[in-house]
């Protein structure tokens, strides 16, 4: 009964909100503002927040019209971190009046199909990877309570036809946004905006910097662990569980004794790692800028996960580590590419043993020799628009049409 009254309060809520848009998508936009949101309101980051640092540094007096889209629950905690930063509420009253003048929404998640934008209003869709799992209309059957495949599909085209501008990191990205979101608006063939830093900052000042941040020295060697999220790991509904699928003693055996390990997880499992005696040498590192990361990462380690293209950028050796292959295959929508040996930029291990043997070929040569033309082919597919300016790129495309207006 209470969660029955729950959802209709918030039915009722929703209601009020869609009339409030209604009556405000009738208004001209404010000319110059430029409403952002990252995830749907759960951080400032990725894509959207690049964009909006550039923005700024290119006209200043840009922060005053610029306003980041958080959800209630995270509200205090984003303010107290970006004191600059103008927040707004996401789905309040007052969040209304912000989204439905703005000139220009910058987002990298879809928005709920019962909200309309302003006939004025640019939507900048970032998104926010590059794919390995199919997208969109391109998943053949999908299993969503409440929902068919064809109400699925028809939802990414419907919410497509509201981007006026969608941004591809690379021609694979492209042709497959086309495809899976049934896209025919312009396209932004530019690069991914967040990857900027990893061309601008990638020099021996700045990786010590955030060495010294992070753990208070600068250690020789960085490593860091960022497997995929595994959401059908869990306890009980609600609950997820993590374990390493590795042992931290054999694992620091076979790296070098100056090895710090980085465990990139999800933020729902970063409080259920066991990292007991090992404390000095490992850190869980869940919510720090992931981009910083990758700038102090000599080895990443991962399995599935969208990493594996924005660490590509730097060209440095990866390790492929998909204990459960066969499972997560089998469990999967499906993948865009082959992902076997051929296609990886690094070697690949599918159990314990072969894993520790690779570590302790790293150790030994400081990379994957035998690996090198299959991580140029891969960084020549994926990073080759990437050149550190494409935040600058839409910072530009903005201030030139608030200009226009403000003509």
């Known amino acids: ?54 923005l700024v540094h290119d006209d200043p007096t840009a922060a005053k019209r610029c306003y980041f889209s958080v959800k209630p629950s995270e509200y205090a905690k ?17 969040w209304v009046k912000y989204i439905a003048r703005a000139e220009f929404w910058v987002m990298n998640s879809r928005m709920p199909k019962w909200w309309r934008k302003n006939k004025g209003t640019t939507f900048i869709q970032t998104w926010h990877g590059t794919p390995l799992k199919k997208l969109g209309v391109d998943i053949a059957n999908v299993e969503i309570p409440g929902s068919t495949t064809a109400q699925y599909h028809q939802e990414f085209i419907d919410e497509a036809a509201r981007w006026d501008y969608l941004i591809a990191p690379n021609q694979y990205s492209h042709d497959i946004f086309k495809s899976a979101f049934r896209y025919h608006g312009r396209f932004l063939d530019i690069g991914y905006p967040r990857n900027d830093v990893l061309y601008e900052q990638n020099t021996p000042e700045t990786k010590a ?23 059908d ?18 694992f620091f055996d076979s790296v070098d004794p100056q090895t710090i390990l980085i465990i990139r997880p999800h933020y729902l499992v970063k409080d ?76 690949m291990a599918l159990n314990q043993p ?30 080759a628009w990437e050149d550190g300016t494409a935040a600058e790129k839409v910072s530009q495309l903005i201030l030139r049409s608030c200009l226009k207006s403000l003509k």
């Open 1 to 54: 009964m209470k969660h029955q009254l729950i959802n209709f309060i918030k039915l009722i809520a929703r209601y009020i909100l869609i009339v409030m848009n209604d009556g405000f998508i009738c208004m001209r936009v404010k000319q110059g503002t430029v409403l952002f949101e990252s995830f749907n309101g759960k951080d400032v980051s990725d894509n959207p927040f690049a964009i909006y640092k550039q």
């Open 354 to 383: 072969d894993f520790y043997k690779l570590l302790s070929e790293y150790r030994e040569n400081g990379s994957f020799v035998s690996y090198k033309e299959n991580l140029d082919r891969f960084n020549q597919k994926f990073c």
């Open 272 to 347: 259920s790692i066991d990292i007991t005696g090992f404390e000095d040498r490992v850190k869980i590192l869940a919510d720090e800028d992931i981009n910083q990361l990758y700038l102090i990462t000599d080895l990443l380690i991962t399995d599935y996960s969208s990493v594996m293209f924005d660490f590509a950028n730097l060209k440095r050796p990866m390790l492929f580590y998909p204990y459960d292959l066969k499972h997560y295959r089998d469990q999967l929508r499906g993948f865009y590419f082959q992902y076997d040996q051929q296609n990886l930029p690094g070697p």
């Open 209 to 231: 910097a955030i060495k010294k941040s992070l753990f208070g020295f600068v250690p020789n060697q960085v490593m860091m662990y960022a497997p995929t999220w595994r959401d």
């Open 233 to 250: 790991d869990f306890s009980e509904q609600g609950k997820y569980k993590f374990t390493l699928p590795f042992n931290l003693d054999d």
């Open 78 to 94: 984003l303010s107290a971190r970006y004191p600059n930063i103008q927040f707004v509420k996401r789905f309040t009253p007052g």
